[in-house]
């Protein structure tokens, strides 16, 4: 079955920009989680969807915010971008509503801000 | 001081050698642990888990063992290949509900051939 797809691979912006990233999971996947990583900070929680619902949020700005839509697909956006939010965002797609160690990730997407 | 970069420990073992990987973990509540494996210009891929309820837990080369007094997870690779060469991190699942997975800093992992 396919896998997480997530697009763009790779984006380039500037400072004071907006980016929106998309998630699409695993059919059958209902819980999506976004992750940052960076060499500083490494693998960080941003948010945890399921249902269309976000249940868990991690220690973030404001600018950084999501969504789920009906078919599960997911997307999350960073308004007015720093220099310091150049990194790999992650997308998980979970098979489980909680509880699962088991998360299968994307290829992520490179977020260059200059 | 100034922090550029968390430093990520190396392992550099020889193929055919055992890997052995050392994470730490601090919340003594923490009841369900999972390793990860990332290749360059990949996402992470699990590998393996363990709950708190076992010492140990073996997969195909893969081992992992809990030590719950010292809050201490050893992951291990039999028969190291070179294909395994990656950053190898630790986790811990989130006893709030949910799916939320805190990281490890990381382990490069270097197979010498």
């Known amino acids: 079955k396919a896998g997480v797809t997530q697009t763009p691979r790779y984006l380039i912006k500037t400072r004071g920009q907006q980016v929106t990233l998309s998630c699409s999971p695993i059919?059958?996947?209902?819980?999506v989680s976004w992750y940052q990583q960076t060499p500083g900070q490494g693998l960080q929680f941003l948010f945890e969807y399921f249902s269309e619902t976000q249940r868990n949020k991690g220690n973030f700005p404001g600018r950084f915010s999501g969504r789920q839509f009906s078919n599960s697909r997911s997307e999350m956006n960073v308004s007015t971008l720093e220099l310091g939010d150049s990194a790999l965002y992650l997308c998980?797609?979970?098979?489980?509503?909680?509880?699962?160690?088991?998360?299968?990730f994307g290829p992520g997407t490179r977020l260059t801000v200059l | 001081g100034e922090s550029v970069g968390l430093h990520l420990p190396t392992l550099s073992v020889q193929e055919g050698d055992n890997s052995i990987i050392n994470c730490a973990y601090s919340?003594?509540?923490?009841?369900?642990f999972i390793w990860y494996k990332q290749e360059s210009g990949k996402g992470p891929q699990f590998i393996i888990d363990?709950?708190?309820?076992?010492d140990k837990r073996q997969g195909q080369r893969v081992t992992v063992l809990l030590n719950k007094t010292v809050k201490h997870l050893s992951p291990q690779i039999a028969a190291t290949q070179p294909g395994d060469s990656a950053v190898y991190f630790c986790a811990e699942l989130d006893t709030g509900g949910g799916n939320k997975l805190t990281f490890g800093t990381g382990t490069q992992l270097k197979v010498e051939l």
């Open positions: 919340n003594s509540a923490s009841d369900y």
């Open positions: 059919s059958g996947h209902r819980s």
């Open positions: 998980a797609s979970i098979p489980v509503a909680g509880g699962s160690g088991e998360q299968f």
């Open positions: 363990i709950r708190s309820n076992m």
